[in-house]
């Protein structure tokens, strides 16, 4: 069974730092694209940083030049350094990914969520 599990979130005042830590386990050969969303109270999910397999990235707008996602293959980790934060920023940030594994094909997975909260 494949999961996700992120770590990292919490409380932080404007201006300061989080960093997020996503884990894919499970029978997984291959982790394609991975990425972070994040979902704000009353809003859709919105896209926010993604990572290729190679290593291109892409960031929305409203973080770019503020927060860095990088992967670990080795270890099959993906994370969210998060810099000068601001109360817009406030979501449950979800981890996804694009994995191949040896039981069920390729598909996209979620993790479960974790709060990140920025006070003014």
């Known amino acids: 069974q494949v999961q996700l599990v992120e770590s990292g979130g919490g409380l932080a005042q404007a201006g300061e730092s989080l960093r997020l830590s996503c884990v894919a386990s499970g029978l997984i050969f291959r982790i394609n694209d991975m990425g972070w969303y994040r979902q704000a109270p009353g809003k859709q999910r919105e896209s926010v940083a993604v990572?290729?397999?190679?290593?291109?990235?892409n960031y929305a707008d409203s973080v770019k030049g503020r927060f860095t996602i990088s992967r670990d293959n080795a270890k099959n980790t993906v994370s969210l350094q998060m810099h000068s934060l601001k109360p817009e920023d406030t979501a449950v940030y979800y981890c996804n990914g694009d994995l191949s594994t040896y039981n069920s094909g390729r598909d996209r997975y979620w993790g479960q969520g974790t709060q990140v909260t920025v006070s003014s």
């Open positions: 990572i290729t397999s190679g290593g291109r990235t």
